[in-house]
């Protein structure tokens, strides 16, 4: 096998195409409304990337295996431009990989006609919140300004350390290729994986691109994982609150 292999599943003509990409990543949230895209509206699996850059396994279903890889879906919508919608399970290993990786990925965008490219991703407040904020980097002043109308915010030194692995590549790279590209970055506690940050997230993408979803499955996990947080949450107050003052009696 070398380094990447890229397997064509199909040609498509896609109309205004822009680059969407969830892979892995903080609360998963750019993965989640990557997945949630691709259930709500109809998409057609046309390359996948294979790669040694890739965590060595295979994923199991059913019985039946498949590499680690990432996929290229192509969706057509009614309402705006069509979408290409990049995901998989996994980032690359090392960082020579994320690089070449990115490049990878930013030739399959170009193969299709892409311009302008929105990674996904969360970043990490280290605590619960309530209201969730999306934060924008983007590689223009022009493209700012298109996040800044959607109610994506910019706040200084945010997020610190800057954005690493493909997400923050494909603003590095896609800027030096010619591409507009910009990532949505939905406020998620880092702990959980996050459903409400992803709908955060894709509501400004529908707002940006223009197309709509349905969010019903979307806030059926969130109220999961918020039963998740509810019981954590007891057991840390209750481990707080120590023993009750009869079991003192019986420590010799």
Known sequence: MDEFEIETLADLELTDPVLVEGLPGVGHVGKLAAEHLLEELDGEEVRRIYSQHFPPQVSIDDGE?????AAFHAVHTEQGQDLLVL?????????????RLTDRILDVAEEFGVERVFALGGVPTGELIEEYDVLGAATDAEFVEDLEAADVEFREDEPAGGI?????????????????????????SGYLVDPKSAQAVLTV????????????????????MEEVVRKIQEMESNAAAGPADEDLRYIG
């Open 205 to 224: 993408l529908e707002e940006l691109v223009g197309f709509e979803v349905d969010f019903g499955s979307l806030e059926d996990r969130a109220e999961e």
């Open 87 to 99: 995901t998989g399970d996994h980032q690359a290993q090392d960082n020579q990989g994320h690089y």
């Open 65 to 69: 295996s498949e590499l680690a890889s």
């Open 164 to 188: 690493v692995g493909v997400s923050g590549l494909l603003l590095g790279l896609g800027e030096r290729r010619d591409f507009q590209a910009a990532c949505l970055m939905g406020e998620t």
